[in-house]
C-alpha cells in the first residue's frame, strides 16, 4: 500500500509540474511517515512543507494543490490537511480487507521479493581464535545473522563469510606453548582456550627465551614450516569447534564451511602489494609500503597513511582486506558486500573500500559497506565484564541466561514437566540475550540487563515468546472443528481495524530492516502486533462469538497474528515454542 501511495503521489507532482505550479526541474523526495496518533490516519507526508519555497506558495495552499491533483483511485478512503500543511491518509478498508486475503493466501505472508537481487557476502561474527568468544562478539554474530537471513527471505543469495583471526605475532607464543607441554597437556589446556593464553602470554613475558622461540615460530609459520603448521592446525581446530559450539546454540546460522580465515589470503597479499604498485599508489615511509589518500587527512592536515606491509615484510589487515575483496567479487561473484564489525571501525573500512575502488579491487556495480555497531555496555556505563572483572565468555553468559530463565520459569505456576521447563528455558534464556541485543538501534550502546531482559513485560523475547503462545492456544482450544478461511474479513471494531493495519505493515517493515541492516524495525513491529493483538482480544470475542462469519474473521486475524510472529521470529533467529 506504501507502494501504491507514493505512486499516487508521484503522478499528483508530475502533474503540479506541468501545470507549472512546482519547477520541472525541481527534484521531489516523496517520504511518507506512520503518524504515532492513529486517528491521523494511516499515512503522512509534509511534502507541500519541503517544496512551498520552490513553489512559491504556502504549505497549505500547495497541500491543496496536491491533493486535488491526485488520480482517482480505490487506495484512499480519505484525505486531510492538517495543521500548516501536513497531508494525512487513510486506506479504504476494502483495501485493508484484499491485502490481509494476500497474506492469509501467500506462504511469504505477502512479503515481495527483493526486486534487485544481488549476490551478498555478509562478512560476520569473525573471532580471533586466540581466545575463546565473548561477549564483545556477540553483537556482529547475531546481527549479521539476522540480516542475513532476511537478505535470504527477500530472494537474495547470501554468502556468509566468518573472517576468523588465525594469522600473526600471537600465533608463535600460542605454538610455542604447545610445545613446550606434552600431547596429554595440551589436550587437557586446549579445553580452556582462555587459561591456554594467559599461561601462554604469561610465559612470554616471563622467558626471554620462550619469547625468542615464539618469534622464531611465527617466521616458520608463515613460511609454511610442516612442524609448525601441524600444532597450528591442532589449535585452530579446536578453536573452530569452541566457536561453532556458541553458534549452535546461539542459533546463528554459520558453520565450518563459512570460515575464510585470515591465513586463506596469505597466498594473495604479494599479488596485492605488487598490484597496488603497479598503479603507482605505493609510497616507502620508514622502510613500510604505505598508500596516502587525500581523502584521508589528519589533525595537521597531513593525508594518513595505509600500511599494506611492515619494514620487516610483514603484512596487515589493510593487505588482508583488500584480498578479501578481490577474492569476494571474483572467486565469489559479489555485488554486495556487507561488513558487521564495530563501529570503531569505520574509518579502516572507509579508507579500505576507498583504496580498494582507486587500485581496481572493486569494480563497476559493486556496493561495499561497513554495518558498524555500539558496544555492550554494563550497569556502570562501562565495556561489560564478568563479575571477577575479566571479559565475559559468551558460552558462560549463555549458560548463566539458561540459569535465570529456568529460575523465572519455576517462579511461574504451570503444568509445566521438570524436562519441559529444562527445554524451555534453554529457548528462553538464549533468545533473551539475542533480542535484547536485537531490539536496540544497531548503531547505539546498550546496557546489558538481566532483569530488564528477562522480564515478561515490554519489549522483551519472553512477552513476545509467551504472545505467540497466547495465540497459538486459540486454535488448540479450537480443535479439529477448524473454521472457514475462505470467509471475508470484518472490519467492524476499531481494534480489528488496528491490528489489521498493523499485520498489512509486514511487508514494509521486512524490507526496512534489509535496507538499513537495522533489525530494531522487525523488534519493534512484532512488539507492537502483540499489543494489538492483545488489545483486540480483550475487547473482541473470538471462540465464544455466536456469529460465525464474525468468529471466521476474527480466527482468521488471530491465525495471521501467529503466523506473522512466527515468522518474524524466525527472521531474527529466534525460535517460537508451543507452550510456556
Known amino acids: 500500500m506504501k507502494e501504491q501511495l507514493e505512486q499516487l503521489l508521484a503522478d499528483a507532482i508530475g502533474q503540479i509540474k506541468a501545470d507549472g505550479v512546482l519547477p520541472a526541474d525541481q527534484t521531489v523526495n516523496i517520504q511518507l511517515d506512520r503518524p504515532r496518533d492513529k486517528s491521523h490516519g494511516d499515512f503522512a507526508t509534509n511534502l507541500a512543507l519541503m517544496l512551498a519555497k520552490p513553489a512559491k506558495t504556502n504549505p497549505r495552499q ?3 494543490t496536491i491533493v486535488a491533483a491526485i488520480p482517482q483511485n480505490t487506495l484512499l478512503a480519505k484525505t486531510d490537511i492538517a495543521g500548516p500543511g501536513f497531508i494525512n491518509f487513510t486506506i479504504a478498508q476494502d483495501q485493508l480487507k484484499q491485502q490481509l486475503e ?12 527483493a526486486q534487485d537481487k544481488r549476490t551478498i557476502v555478509i562478512d560476520y561474527s569473525s573471532p580471533n581464535l586466540a581466545k575463546e568468544m565473548h561477549v564483545g562478539h556477540l553483537r556482529s554474530a547475531i546481527i549479521g545473522d539476522a540480516v542475513s537471513r532476511v537478505s535470504e527471505f527477500l530472494g537474495h543469495t547470501v554468502i556468509r563469510q566468518n573472517h576468523v583471526g588465525d594469522w600473526g605475532t600471537q600465533f608463535g607464543m600460542l605454538l610455542a606453548y604447545m610445545e613446550a607441554l606434552d600431547n596429554q597437556e595440551a589436550e587437557y589446556e586446549l579445553s580452556n582456550l582462555e587459561t591456554f593464553y594467559k599461561a601462554a602470554k604469561q610465559r612470554f613475558d616471563e622467558s626471554p627465551e620462550f619469547a625468542e622461540r615464539a618469534r622464531e615460530l611465527v617466521v616458520k609459520l608463515q613460511s609454511g614450516d610442516e612442524y609448525c603448521l601441524k600444532l597450528w592446525n591442532q589449535f585452530i581446530d579446536v578453536s573452530l569447534s569452541h566457536c561453532q559450539e556458541v553458534y549452535d546454540r546461539l542459533g546463528v546460522k554459520l558453520t565450518r564451511a563459512d570460515v575464510m580465515a585470515e591465513s586463506a589470503y596469505n597466498d594473495r597479499l604479494p599479488g596485492v602489494i605488487e598490484h597496488l604498485k603497479e598503479k603507482n599508489l ?19 592536515g597531513d593525508p594518513l597513511p595505509i600500511i599494506v606491509q611492515k619494514k620487516g615484510g610483514g603484512y596487515l ?44 579491487f572493486i569494480e563497476g556495480d559493486i556496493r561495499t559497506q561497513h554495518y558498524g555497531f555500539g558496544t555492550v555496555m554494563g550497569k556502570d556505563g562501562k565495556p561489560y565484564k564478568s563479575r571477577d572483572g575479566g571479559v565475559t565468555k ?31 528455558a534453554k529457548v528462553v534464556g538464549i533468545s533473551s540475550v539475542k533480542y535484547a541485543d536485537l531490539s536496540k538501534n544497531r548503531t547505539s550502546d546498550y546496557i546489558f540487563d538481566w532483569d530488564l531482559m528477562l522480564t515478561f513485560e515490554g519489549n522483551t523475547a519472553p512477552y513476545l515468546l509467551y504472545a505467540f503462545t497466547r495465540v497459538n492456544s486459540i486454535f488448540s482450544r479450537l480443535g479439529e472443528t477448524g473454521f472457514d478461511q475462505t470467509a471475508d474479513f470484518i472490519l467492524d471494531d476499531p481494534r480489528e481495524v488496528a491490528l489489521a493495519n498493523q499485520l498489512v505493515r509486514f511487508n514494509e517493515v521486512v524490507h526496512q530492516v534489509y535496507d538499513k541492516a537495522m533489525p530494531h ?7 507492537e502486533l502483540a ?14 462469538q455466536d456469529n460465525e462469519a464474525l468468529r471466521n474473521s476474527r480466527l482468521k486475524l488471530a491465525r495471521l497474528t501467529a503466523n506473522t510472529l512466527s515468522e518474524g521470529l524466525d527472521l531474527l533467529g529466534i525460535p517460537t515454542l508451543e507452550k510456556m
Open 102 to 113: 494476500a497474506m492469509m493466501t501467500s506462504d511469504r505472508l505477502g512479503v515481495e521479493p
Open 317 to 360: 589487515y589493510a593487505t588482508t582486506d583488500l584480498a578479501a575483496i578481490q577474492y569476494r567479487q571474483q572467486e565469489l561473484g559479489g555485488d554486495y558486500l556487507m561488513y558487521f564489525v564495530d563501529a570503531r571501525q569505520a574509518l579502516h573500512f572507509e579508507q579500505i573500500f576507498t583504496l580498494a575502488r582507486k587500485a581496481g
Open 394 to 424: 559468551l558460552a558462560d553468559l549463555l549458560d548463566e541466561a539458561e540459569r535465570r530463565a529456568l529460575s523465572l520459569l519455576q517462579q511461574k505456576s504451570s503444568d509445566l514437566t521438570e524436562s519441559q521447563q529444562q527445554e524451555i
Open 282 to 300: 605505493l609510497v616507502e615511509d620508514q622502510g613500510a609500503q604505505c598508500v596516502f589518500l587525500d581523502e584521508f587527512k589528519g589533525k595537521e
Open 62 to 64: 500547495l497541500a491543496e
Open 531 to 544: 499489543g494489538r493483538f492483545s488489545s483486540f482480544y480483550e475487547a473482541c470475542p473470538i471462540l465464544n
Open 521 to 527: 524495525f522487525l523488534c519493534g513491529y512484532l512488539f
